[in-house]
């Protein structure tokens, strides 16, 4: 019995790796939770759901608008070439005012569009969106505080076990996916290990066919841009969703090395990324958010055993920087 349990529980949470993969993409949270599949499913068993070591990362770390209105959207049929630039139409590094728009002509030539971030259009707001960051980037000094929490859940599984649903929900997930809280400085966009702030700041890429809806308002000096991507499917086979690939963390599953599991289906949804950033009046970040919600279901193909799961759960980052 011991032995079947302990099988199943980590055919299981190579399945739910697999899942949750856009999760478990980022770093060390993807060598956790695949160790512990191959080693310490009896352990977890055992033990109590995890202990922290995250130094204050509160539960919930979701900061994003939950007042964005999707519908609210232009279709996406009148976005710009997706193979465009997305910069290519706004102000350079996503000035907020006092700057010419190069000419961007999407506003219909108006002079206040052009100098009012509340009044830009989608593919404006997704430009300064990505800007912001580019200049924050490029800033001669920056720290940047970076929180991220995983939540996730099995929700089905074949063989039908609530024994083993117990034991990933409740301990193994838990001590794996569970919130990190970690800081970096930079000096010219580089870290004294040589890291490039580009690479540790929220991707920039996003192009407007990808985003469903795009708000602009304006906070005291301040610019608050909020952004929902459509919604986009991955498969094993196709396993890289376009746009979540150009602003958040969705995972390439064959880079998942499982040993000898195989993972034979792996069903992932994103129902919608939500981008947030709080831009100053100097064009760059005070502070960012992405909530990646997504459900998966899978397949592995241990020996004999082909366990099926399903789940859904969430990756958010919250960032802040300071100058």
């Given at each position: 019995?011991?032995?079947?349990?302990?099988?199943?529980?980590?055919?299981?949470?190579?399945?739910?790796?697999?899942?949750?993969?856009?999760?478990?993409?980022?770093?060390?949270?993807?060598?956790?939770?695949?160790?512990?599949?191959?080693?310490?499913?009896?352990?977890?068993?055992?033990?109590?759901?995890?202990?922290?070591?995250?130094?204050?990362?509160?539960?919930?770390?979701?900061?994003?608008?939950?007042?964005?209105?999707?519908?609210?959207?232009?279709?996406d049929a009148s976005a710009s070439d997706p193979s465009a630039t997305p910069d290519a139409s706004t102000p350079d590094s996503g000035s907020s005012a006092g700057t010419s728009t190069g000419g961007s002509t999407s506003t219909?030539?108006?002079?206040?569009?052009?100098?009012?971030?509340?009044?830009?259009?989608?593919?404006?707001?997704?430009?300064?969106?990505?800007?912001?960051?580019?200049?924050?980037?490029?800033?001669?000094k920056l720290s940047v505080t970076k929180k991220e929490v995983i939540s996730i859940e099995v929700d089905t599984m074949k063989p039908d076990s609530d024994l083993i649903m117990n034991i990933v929900n409740?301990?193994?997930?838990?001590?794996?996916?569970?919130?990190?809280?970690?800081?970096?400085?930079?000096?010219?966009?580089?870290?004294?290990?040589?890291?490039?702030?580009?690479?540790?700041?929220?991707?920039?890429?996003?192009?407007?066919?990808?985003?469903?809806?795009?708000?602009?308002?304006?906070?005291?000096?301040?610019?608050?841009?909020?952004?929902?991507?459509?919604?986009?499917?991955?498969?094993?086979?196709?396993?890289?969703?376009?746009?979540?690939?150009?602003?958040?963390?969705?995972?390439?599953?064959?880079?998942?090395?499982?040993?000898?599991?195989?993972?034979?289906?792996?069903?992932?949804?994103?129902?919608?990324?939500?981008?947030?950033?709080?831009?100053?009046?100097?064009?760059?970040?005070?502070?960012?958010?992405?909530?990646?919600?997504?459900?998966?279901?899978?397949?592995?193909?241990?020996?004999?055993?082909?366990?099926?799961?399903?789940?859904?759960?969430?990756?958010?980052?919250?960032?802040?920087?300071?100058?």
């Amino acid at each position: 019995m011991k032995e079947t349990i302990i099988k199943s529980v980590t055919a299981v949470l190579c399945v739910v790796a697999i899942c949750v993969s856009s999760v478990l993409a980022i770093g060390k949270y993807g060598d956790a939770m695949i160790e512990s599949a191959k080693h310490t499913p009896a352990a977890a068993a055992s033990t109590s759901g995890g202990s922290s070591t995250t130094g204050g990362s509160t539960s919930d770390g979701t900061a994003v608008d939950p007042s964005a209105t999707p519908d609210a959207s232009t279709p996406d049929a009148s976005a710009s070439d997706p193979s465009a630039t997305p910069d290519a139409s706004t102000p350079d590094s996503g000035s907020s005012a006092g700057t010419s728009t190069g000419g961007s002509t999407s506003t219909g030539g108006s002079s206040a569009a052009a100098t009012d971030p509340t009044k830009y259009s989608k593919e404006q707001i997704v430009a300064y969106y990505n800007n912001a960051i580019k200049a924050t980037a490029k800033a001669p000094k920056l720290s940047v505080t970076k929180k991220e929490v995983i939540s996730i859940e099995v929700d089905t599984m074949k063989p039908d076990s609530d024994l083993i649903m117990n034991i990933v929900n409740n301990n193994v997930l838990k001590k794996y996916a569970k919130p990190s809280t970690y800081s970096m400085s930079f000096v010219n966009g580089v870290s004294s290990d040589k890291t490039k702030a580009i690479d540790y700041l929220p991707k920039s890429q996003l192009q407007a066919a990808g985003a469903k809806s795009a708000t602009i308002t304006k906070s005291g000096s301040n610019y608050v841009v909020t952004i929902v991507t459509v919604a986009e499917k991955a498969t094993l086979q196709n396993p890289k969703p376009k746009y979540a690939s150009q602003c958040a963390a969705p995972l390439d599953i064959g880079n998942v090395d499982l040993g000898p599991i195989a993972i034979t289906r792996a069903d992932i949804e994103y129902p919608g990324i939500t981008l947030k950033a709080t831009v100053g009046a100097n064009g760059m970040l005070v502070n960012s958010s992405i909530d990646q919600p997504l459900k998966g279901a899978g397949t592995a193909d241990v020996k004999v055993y082909k366990p099926e799961a399903t789940c859904h759960g969430a990756w958010t980052q919250q960032n802040t920087y300071k100058y």
